[in-house]
């Protein structure tokens, strides 16, 4: 049961935080979907009722207080978490990731993850609104902004049909999944599970418990960690640009 010590309440409103989170969720789901079903119907098809099965579940899950309540065991917060880590890690390593390792490009791959630079600015924004702890934002301890920037730029270097070198390719993917992993350690460690900076509630992670913020690491840290796992098998098979 969560301490006396700590209160949680709904995030206050903020229109470009809500939407700026939830909309790129959306997007980026879509932009997942389009990749990853290859042109076949029938996958699309799977793949989207899968995706709309994932966010509306969650979203119902947060709309319904479900996932700040902290009188079960274990609490649904926990649950989500270790959801968010084997979604993304199984579908990772499932066939259909492998086709994607096989046959999509490092442009198409990389490029999907170039949604973490606006993320990161509309994350930062949620850190000014009291929304977010500081420690999730790029004035903290996130630097998954340089992920993001360089996606960016290594897009558009395959755009522009520059050669881009593998090398390149392995730091980008060994500094966005090492991004991922501080991230994931300092968004457990200021949970309201574990509260290890303090129980000020401007410093406890509890806004991923509401809607649209809970489609942050259900949706999108889902498929961030997917697609490193992706380029990670593309790297070591050493497959085509």
């Known amino acids: 049961m969560l301490p006396d010590t700590v209160t949680l309440q709904p995030p206050v409103f903020d229109a470009i935080s809500a939407y700026g989170i939830g909309g790129i969720a959306v ?16 996958r699309g098809l799977l ?40 979604l993304g890690l199984g579908s ?16 198409s791959l990389i490029g999907l993850q170039a949604f973490r630079f606006p993320l990161e600015l509309v994350m930062h924004r949620a850190y000014t609104q009291g929304i977010m702890p500081i420690y999730l934002s790029y004035s903290g301890y996130n630097l998954d902004i340089v992920t993001g920037v360089g996606a960016l ?16 390719l392995w730091i980008w993917n060994i500094w966005g999944s090492a991004c991922l992993v501080v991230l994931a350690v300092i968004a ?35 498929i961030a960690i997917s697609g490193h796992v992706i380029v990670w098998r593309k790297l070591f098979l050493k497959t085509a640009m």
């Open 47 to 86: 793949l989207v009722v899968g995706a709309a099965l994932v966010m509306g579940v969650s979203a119902a899950a947060a709309f319904s207080g479900l996932l700040s309540r902290f009188d079960f065991f274990p609490p649904p917060m926990a649950i989500m978490m270790a959801w968010v880590f084997l």
């Open 92 to 107: 990772g390593f499932s066939a259909l990731d492998r086709r994607a390792a096989e046959n999509l490009t490092f442009a």
């Open 153 to 168: 730029i290594i897009f558009a270097f395959f755009r522009m049909g520059r050669s881009v070198p593998r090398s390149l």
């Open 27 to 42: 997007l980026v789901a879509l932009a997942w979907i389009v990749l990853f079903s290859g042109g076949n119907r029938s």
């Open 188 to 222: 457990i460690a200021i949970s309201p599970m574990v509260r290890a900076f303090c129980d000020a509630p401007a410093d406890v992670n509890s806004w991923v418990l509401y809607f649209p913020y809970v489609w942050l690491p259900v949706v999108l840290v889902t």
